[in-house]
């Protein structure tokens, strides 16, 4: 997998927007950015991905840089249910998780 | 959005004894699965890849006579491991590949996981 680069961890307050970055300097032009998550003792869940356009779905939105080595996943309103590990990977050919950010969403 | 069904959710074991675990996916045919395990407080560590009707691909370090991987059909992979050890408690999950289109973009869909306490 293409390495990337993801924040410790990162505090949001319920009802805000909850940004999280993740660097991928490595990626290659037709590599497609998978964003997931992962709540306490559950097995991942997807999230959404993209290749170069921005992407929404009802749970999130991906901002890709134009250079494509960085993106954002935004939660526009963040609940105490989005507080996980939100893993940002590049899979060639096969997917490994790096440690990923851990958001906490606080009342 | 597809499922993956993963079962056992829990088990607990003697030392000595062999356990499996099963991933099936549902509603798709996933000619790729993964297997991971997984620490407390750590991320998922990939430990092999399972492709449908061929030997399973280990990471390195992962012996393949102690964790068998079978992956007979298009829906079921199977994760054997055999005399387990206090030292193989841990977190599995598995994962199958569901390609998106002709672009070749892909999701994972995950099992919710195997608990797994050797004794």
């Known amino acids: 997998d293409a390495k990337t680069t993801q924040p410790t961890s990162m505090d949001c307050a319920e009802g805000r927007a909850a940004n999280l970055p993740c660097n991928h300097s490595?990626?290659?032009?037709?590599?497609?950015v998978y964003w997931y998550r992962q709540i306490h003792s559950q097995g991942p869940q997807y999230i959404i991905h993209?290749?170069?356009n921005n992407e929404t779905n009802e749970m999130a939105s991906l901002i890709i840089t134009e250079d494509r080595k960085s993106s954002t996943l935004i939660l526009p309103h963040a609940t105490l249910r989005d507080t996980a590990v939100y893993y940002c990977i590049v899979p060639r050919g096969k997917s490994t998780f790096g440690d990923g950010t851990t958001l906490t969403v606080k009342p | 959005g597809a499922v993956v069904s993963q079962h056992p959710s829990r088990v607990i074991c003697k030392s000595g004894t062999s356990v499996k675990i099963e991933c099936r996916s549902l509603d798709f045919q996933a000619t790729t699965m993964f297997w991971y395990r997984q620490f407390p407080k750590q991320s998922l560590m990939l430990m092999a890849t399972s492709n449908e009707g061929s030997k399973a691909t280990y990471e390195q370090g992962v012996e393949k006579d102690k964790f068998l991987i079978n992956h007979a059909s298009l829906t079921l992979s199977t994760l054997t491991v055999t005399s387990a050890h206090p030292e193989d408690s841990s977190f599995y999950i598995c994962?199958?590949?569901?390609?998106?289109?002709?672009?070749?973009?892909?999701?994972?869909?995950f099992g919710s996981g195997t608990q797994l306490s050797v004794l």
């Open positions: 490595t990626i290659s032009g037709n590599e497609y």
């Open positions: 993209g290749l170069k």
């Open positions: 994962s199958a590949r569901d390609w998106q289109g002709p672009q070749g973009s892909e999701k994972l869909f």
